[in-house]
């Protein structure tokens, strides 16, 4: 029974996993977009993270989990006779489809070497699998979910070296490497290793020869790391003295902007409590409740409290940045032992995860890469104005993006946008009033916001001669814009009437009299 169960949840993964939806920009401008500039010949913009005179994003990472599948893409299509380039939503699939099967392979995997007893790996295993973490931010390009993977497997590496009777070298050399990977794909990671790394120092002390093939690893790693790094962040060639005297070292950048709180401030700060109140409970919904009242003490639990205790830190703390305990924490909890109790938390765990999956992995943000992709085919488009949206990924317009300026306007005013769409809307002509006619125009400019954005409605009935004039081109349902909820000014059934029920993202093409 739980085999077809397990085989049901990977259905469901790889169906949230081919869904479109888009949890946060950085899944694509921390990842995918860095790095598909420098394989194909796709537009991209790199993020202030990036382009800041003491860069914090390492691009070590990027190339073995985005780089190897798109080189290997590209030679696949080109030994295949394709003509020209990838399409870039070729490319987005793809990557979707490696997060999905990363996430089956390797996170499971990690849990099965973990619990050594078959019961309580299989409720495990089902708990990780029925999750919507699991469902969304696992399949999507996010460093938090290669951080969750390489979390894991530091864990199982730490458990083979501890059981092992032997000197481990083979698992203290990979230890070595996953560590200094782990660091340079975020500075949050080393906190998860604080309490289970000290399982090692007995064996260390006992057979030395391990610890040795760690240091030499993680040593060689990590210059391996900054003189990718310093590369690609230098405008010249490299030379031994640029590593040696002006090596770029992202983590140690990383550390010291996050230490600043004005820093923390332009994102956002929060209490200290704010991860263990309320993202824990977004995350884990009635696994939270196990958390607390039904524990299983395990190493698995002291790296998620670890992790919990030292990002709490820090004042700035979103959600995503916990991805790492919910396989940790969902495997060091024991079911309900009362039946009827049973009954009712695996119905409200069921019915958290369906009701969370399809908010977060279908609806949230749903129309962006789907209007990124209809942007990209329109042959007359020269301006794209995005209003109260996520910043949209331009390196999927392919070459369109030679021809197309996308401006992304998320927190304007309105009568700001009305302005500039009055500066950049072309001359209303006959073809605009024409079916498809205004396709063979040369300029055109388009605005994309949320059907949701109710202040646009007095504007888009304008059919005279003065004022602009909104045609709509195309309009994408499942699409919810969560950052447009306004309780405070409109109440609470009015806002969710609003942004529920007008739900979906929708493209004008906009001129004005002339």
């Known amino acids: 029974m739980w085999r077809r169960t ?5 259905i469901i993964r790889l169906w949230f996993a081919l869904s479109p939806s888009y949890l946060h920009p950085d899944e694509n401008f921390q990842g995918p977009e860095v790095i598909a500039g420098e394989i194909f010949s796709y537009p991209v913009r790199r993020t202030w993270e990036f382009t800041n005179e003491h860069p914090i994003r390492s691009v070590f990472p990027l190339w073995p989990v985005y780089g190897l599948p798109m080189l290997l893409l590209r030679w696949l299509w080109v030994g295949n006779g394709q003509d ?3 399409p870039p939503i070729v490319v987005f699939w793809t990557l979707r489809v490696l997060m999905f099967l990363t996430s089956f392979v390797l996170e499971d995997w990690a849990i099965h070497e973990l619990i050594p007893s078959p019961r309580h790996r299989r409720i495990a295993v089902l708990l990780v699998a029925s999750s919507y973490v699991t469902w969304t931010y696992q399949t999507h390009t996010f460093s938090n979910s290669i951080e969750t993977l390489v979390v894991a497997w530091s864990l199982v590496l730490i458990q083979r070296i501890v059981e092992s009777k032997q ?57 391996i790391a900054i003189a990718l790094d310093t590369a690609f962040y230098s405008a010249t060639p490299i030379t031994w003295a640029d590593l040696l005297y002006r090596p770029v070292i992202t983590p140690l950048n990383n550390f010291y902007y996050n230490s600043v709180t004005e820093n923390l401030a332009q994102h956002g700060l929060h209490p200290w409590y704010q991860h263990l109140l309320a993202n824990i409970p977004l995350l884990l919904g009635p696994g939270a409740v196990l958390l607390f009242t039904r524990p299983h003490l395990s190493i698995r639990l002291y790296s998620a409290i670890s992790g919990l205790v030292v990002l709490s830190i820090f004042q700035h703390q979103e959600a995503r940045f916990l991805l790492p305990t919910v396989p940790l924490i969902l495997s060091s909890v024991r079911l309900p032992s009362n039946k009827t109790v049973l009954r009712v938390w695996v119905g409200s ?11 977060m992995g279908i609806y949230h943000q749903g129309g962006i890469v789907p209007g990124q992709v209809f942007m990209s085919n329109q042959p007359d488009a ?19 993006n030679e021809v197309l300026q996308t401006k992304d306007v998320m927190g304007m005013k309105g009568e700001a946008l009305l302005n500039q769409l009055t500066s950049l809307a072309t001359c209303d002509t006959p073809a605009d009033r024409r079916n498809q006619e205004y396709l063979k125009e040369k300029n055109g400019t388009y605005l994309i916001a949320p059907a949701s954005a109710t202040w646009l409605d007095q504007h888009l009935p304008n059919k005279g001669l003065q004022g602009l004039r909104f045609r709509e081109v195309w309009r994408y349902r499942q699409h919810l814009n969560l950052d447009d909820l306004d309780f405070g000014d409109d109440g609470v059934w009015n806002t969710l009437t609003r942004v529920v029920g007008r739900r979906g993202l929708v493209a004008w093409r906009v001129t004005k009299s002339c």
Do not use: C, M, Q
């Open 6 to 10: 397990y085989l049901l949840l990977a």
């Open 84 to 86: 020209g380039e990838i």
């Open 167 to 223: 000197p481990s070298l083979l698992a203290s050399t990979i230890l070595g490497i996953v560590v200094i990977f782990g660091v340079f794909n975020r500075i949050t990671f080393p906190a998860f290793l604080l309490i289970p790394g000290l399982r090692l120092i007995p064996h260390f002390l006992n057979k030395p020869l391990s610890l040795v093939a760690l240091a030499l690893a993680a040593l060689t790693t990590t210059l």
């Open 349 to 359: 765990w069921i019915a958290f995860n369906l009701a969370l999956g399809l908010l």
């Open 382 to 400: 020269t301006n794209a104005i995005w209003w109260k949206t996520y910043s949209p990924p331009i390196w999927l317009l392919d070459g369109k």
